[in-house]
Protein backbone atom coordinates (compact mmCIF):
# COMPACT_ATOMS: atom_id res chain seq x y z
CA UNK A 1 0.00 0.00 0.00
CA UNK A 2 1.11 3.37 -0.92
CA UNK A 3 1.43 6.11 1.90
CA UNK A 4 -0.80 8.95 2.09
CA UNK A 5 1.94 11.61 2.04
CA UNK A 6 4.92 10.32 0.06
CA UNK A 7 8.27 12.01 -0.78
CA UNK A 8 11.42 11.24 -2.64
CA UNK A 9 14.68 11.92 0.29
CA UNK A 10 17.30 11.12 -2.50
CA UNK A 11 18.55 9.99 -5.79
CA UNK A 12 21.33 8.62 -7.40
CA UNK A 13 22.40 7.52 -11.03
CA UNK A 14 22.77 3.51 -11.07
CA UNK A 15 22.73 3.45 -15.39
CA UNK A 16 22.21 5.21 -18.72
CA UNK A 17 18.54 6.14 -17.75
CA UNK A 18 18.12 4.44 -13.95
CA UNK A 19 18.09 6.26 -11.12
CA UNK A 20 18.27 4.79 -7.13
CA UNK A 21 14.91 7.04 -5.22
CA UNK A 22 15.08 6.68 -1.75
CA UNK A 23 11.58 7.65 -0.36
CA UNK A 24 10.80 9.05 3.58
CA UNK A 25 8.86 5.99 4.68
CA UNK A 26 12.40 3.83 3.84
CA UNK A 27 11.77 2.58 0.42
CA UNK A 28 14.15 2.21 -2.34
CA UNK A 29 13.65 1.61 -5.78
CA UNK A 30 15.58 1.72 -8.45
CA UNK A 31 13.55 3.25 -11.94
CA UNK A 32 15.04 2.75 -15.23
CA UNK A 33 13.57 5.36 -17.86
CA UNK A 34 14.89 4.37 -21.03
CA UNK A 35 11.61 2.84 -21.92
CA UNK A 36 9.29 5.56 -21.28
CA UNK A 37 11.37 7.65 -23.07
CA UNK A 38 12.55 5.48 -25.89
CA UNK A 39 8.75 4.73 -26.21
CA UNK A 40 7.62 8.46 -26.72
CA UNK A 41 6.74 10.54 -29.63
CA UNK A 42 6.93 13.66 -28.24
CA UNK A 43 9.62 15.08 -29.04
CA UNK A 44 10.28 17.13 -25.85
CA UNK A 45 9.81 13.53 -23.98
CA UNK A 46 12.58 11.91 -26.22
CA UNK A 47 15.14 14.96 -25.98
CA UNK A 48 15.49 13.27 -22.41
CA UNK A 49 17.57 10.51 -24.09
CA UNK A 50 20.23 13.16 -24.50
CA UNK A 51 22.68 11.95 -21.13
CA UNK A 52 23.68 15.45 -20.66
CA UNK A 53 19.98 16.69 -20.79
CA UNK A 54 18.85 13.03 -18.22
CA UNK A 55 21.46 14.38 -16.02
CA UNK A 56 19.88 17.80 -15.33
CA UNK A 57 17.43 16.01 -12.67
CA UNK A 58 16.79 16.99 -9.60
CA UNK A 59 14.46 16.86 -6.37
CA UNK A 60 12.29 19.80 -6.11
CA UNK A 61 9.46 19.51 -3.01
CA UNK A 62 9.51 16.00 -2.24
CA UNK A 63 9.29 15.18 -6.06
CA UNK A 64 11.63 14.45 -9.13
CA UNK A 65 11.58 16.88 -11.91
CA UNK A 66 13.47 17.84 -14.78
CA UNK A 67 13.84 21.20 -16.22
CA UNK A 68 10.95 23.86 -15.46
CA UNK A 69 8.98 20.49 -14.64
CA UNK A 70 9.45 19.72 -18.40
CA UNK A 71 9.37 16.02 -17.21
CA UNK A 72 8.26 14.65 -14.14
CA UNK A 73 5.92 11.92 -12.87
CA UNK A 74 3.29 10.46 -10.50
CA UNK A 75 4.73 9.74 -7.19
CA UNK A 76 2.90 6.55 -7.01
CA UNK A 77 4.60 5.73 -10.50
CA UNK A 78 7.68 6.39 -9.46
CA UNK A 79 7.23 4.43 -6.14
CA UNK A 80 5.55 1.18 -7.60
CA UNK A 81 8.27 1.54 -10.61
CA UNK A 82 5.16 1.64 -13.23
CA UNK A 83 6.05 4.39 -15.61
CA UNK A 84 5.09 2.48 -18.34
CA UNK A 85 1.91 -0.17 -18.59
CA UNK A 86 2.50 -3.33 -19.23
CA UNK A 87 0.15 -3.53 -22.01
CA UNK A 88 2.50 -0.91 -23.64
CA UNK A 89 5.49 -2.72 -22.99
CA UNK A 90 4.28 -6.19 -25.01
CA UNK A 91 3.22 -4.10 -27.82
CA UNK A 92 6.66 -2.40 -28.62
CA UNK A 93 8.28 -5.38 -28.00
Known amino acids: MIPA ?3 ITAVESVGEYAL ?3 FDD ?3 QTVD ?3 FLSLSRHPDIRAYLEPARFATYRIEYGELVWGDYDLCFPISDLYQNRLVPDGVLKKAA
Request: hydrophobic share 35%; no cysteine; aromatic share 8%.
Open 26 to 28: GTV
Open 33 to 35: FKS
Open 20 to 22: RLS
Open 5 to 7: TLN
